[in-house]
């Protein structure tokens, strides 16, 4: 079982910047690939980014395609997200999740950090 921690979130004027942090604890995260998430109250999940358990393939969504990077700190069980050129149509509670190796879905969650841009 893995357990999933997001932090990093908070306010942030338009054109600033977050790194958001998805900590795993109970399993590591090695051979596990990793998706941040979002979700706007009411709407669905947006899948924002992922990356692959060795750290070599990445895909971002075309909204925030170079603005923002996915990266992993294996040896810190880590997942890391960082936001550059906040909008405000980035504001939404952000999620990490983990797949386990042939996994079709993700089979962990975090619990969510909120990120708010301000105009």
């Known amino acids: 079982q893995v357990q999933l921690v997001e932090s990093g979130g908070g306010l942030v004027q338009s054109g600033g910047s977050l790194r958001l942090s998805c900590e795993a604890s109970?399993?590591?995260?090695?051979?596990?690939?990793v998706g941040w998430f979002r979700q706007i109250p009411g709407k669905e999940y947006e899948g924002v980014s992922c990356?692959?358990?060795?750290?070599?393939?990445?895909n971002y969504a075309d909204s925030v395609k170079g603005r923002f990077t996915i990266s992993r700190d294996n040896a810190k069980n880590t997942v890391y997200l960082q936001m550059n050129s906040l909008k405000p149509e980035d504001t939404a509670v952000y999620y990490c999740?983990?797949?386990?190796?042939?996994?079709?879905?993700?089979?962990?969650w975090g619990q969510g950090t909120q990120v708010t841009v301000s105009s």
């Open positions: 109970g399993q590591a995260l090695d051979y596990h690939s």
């Open positions: 999740a983990a797949r386990r190796p042939g996994s079709s879905e993700y089979d962990y």
């Open positions: 990356i692959s358990a060795s750290g070599g393939n990445t």
